[in-house]
Every structure is written in structure tokens, then in C-alpha cells.
């Protein structure tokens, strides 16, 4: 398994339980979709597979290399260019600039973003820099992608050039493995396995055509 999540409880302001026993497996080189209603605790589940909130109880295991890219493409696209924005995590690794050049350039062709490499990130839609930010956490090489939430502010034709984006990393030649949290069904079609969450837990796993028969079942009793 690429990462997991066992029994995990989250509680909010010491009061609010937003995790209750909540279980996740991902497999290995699959774009896995977790969706479910508004405040079902989704992206808690992913803030703490990503290290950014510690559960009450509860184990999780992940990869020493995460990328993990946020809703809003505007918080962690913050550099004046592409180039700069997606070099900008490997500062700390001290590479030669013809390695950083081709790593960015790589990650850049795989999100469909390499003819924008000198533009101004401002004069970006909401999609390509939602593209950049996917590029940014690629270069680092990463094990697992953690995607929160992605196409929630774009349009339609963004919504889906950066489903395509992370597909196209999945399916690359370093087979990164990502969990993509969504509310949007539709988006079941690109994914290889999914699970569905409910009151704070994980309420069934399997394929995406499993995944959304069971849950028409549901509505229907």
C-alpha cells in the first residue's frame, strides 16, 4: 500500500468530532478518489495523512515523499513566473541549474504546462495555476500526490485539464500514486479505485462503477 489510514479520530476545538474511526488503503500507481458530502471530514483525513493535523487516535502511514496541493491555487502559487514558482521547492537541494532546468521542464511537460514556462503567473487562469501547483509538488519527485479538492473553483474546461494533469502524473513514467478529494461524482470516470465517506468515516471502498452502485442503492432505500 502507497498509504493508510487506520481508526483515525479527529476532534475539532476539543469538542466537534469530525474523524470517527476513520480506515483508508491506496494502492500503489492508482489515482484513488475519496468523495463525499460537504463536512464529512474528507480533507481532515487528508490533512492528517499529510502531516498537518495530528489525530486524537489512530494510525496512519505514508511515504517519507508527499506532495500535497491545496484547494486554492493562489496559496501556493507565489512566485513571479512558472519557471520560479515550480523550481522554487528544490532550492534547498543546492542542484546544478541545468538539473533544475530539466526536472522543472519534465514536470512542466507532464501537467501540459511546458509552452508557459517564462510566463507571469499572474496572467494565469485559475486551472493553470492550479496546473503549476501540481508541476511544483511532481518535481520533488514525490511517492504520493495528497490533492485536496482541486477543480472546486474552476471552470468546466479547467476542471478538467487538471484531472487530466494528475491522470497523466499517475500514469508517467514515475508512477506517483495520488489520493484526489472531490465532491464531484462525474470525476468518478477517471479513477481507478474509489471510496466514499460519510459522518467522519469511511463508509465503502472499491471500484469507481462499485463505489457509485452501492451508493444509488443507498438513495434508494
Known amino acids: 500500500m502507497a498509504a493508510t489510514a487506520s481508526n483515525v479520530c479527529v476532534s475539532l476545538d476539543g469538542q466537534r468530532q469530525v474523524l470517527s474511526n476513520a480506515s483508508l488503503s491506496i494502492q500503489k500507481g492508482t489515482l484513488h478518489m475519496l468523495l463525499g458530502p460537504n ?9 492528517v495523512l499529510g502531516g498537518l493535523l495530528k489525530p486524537d487516535s489512530g494510525t496512519f502511514s505514508v511515504p517519507s515523499s508527499i506532495g500535497y496541493v491545496f484547494q486554492n491555487p493562489d496559496h501556493q502559487v507565489v512566485m513571479p513566473t512558472v519557471a520560479a514558482d ?21 514536470a512542466l511537460r507532464l501537467v501540459g504546462m511546458e509552452d508557459c514556462l517564462e510566463r507571469a503567473c499572474h496572467t494565469l487562469s485559475g ?8 508541476a511544483g509538488a511532481l518535481v ?8 485536496d479538492e482541486l477543480t472546486t473553483f474552476l471552470e468546466a474546461g479547467d476542471q478538467a485539464a487538471v484531472l487530466t494533469a494528475v491522470r497523466a502524473a499517475v500514469d508517467g513514467p514515475q508512477r506517483v500514486t495520488a489520493l484526489w478529494v472531490t ?10 479505485a474509489a471510496s466514499f465517506m460519510d459522518g ?8 469507481p462503477q462499485n463505489v457509485l452502485r452501492r451508493m444509488h442503492r443507498m438513495k434508494g432505500r
Open 39 to 47: 463536512a464529512c471530514g474528507k480533507s481532515t483525513l487528508l490533512r
Open 200 to 207: 467522519g468515516r469511511v463508509q465503502m471502498t472499491g471500484t
Open 140 to 147: 520533488q519527485n514525490p511517492q504520493v500526490l495528497l490533492l
Open 183 to 192: 465532491h464531484r461524482f462525474e470525476e468518478l470516470t477517471r479513477a481507478d
Open 127 to 134: 486551472g493553470q495555476k492550479q496546473r503549476v501547483a501540481i
Open 86 to 106: 515550480v523550481a522554487f521547492g528544490l532550492g534547498r537541494q543546492k542542484l546544478p541549474a541545468a538539473e533544475v532546468h530539466r526536472r522543472v521542464l519534465e
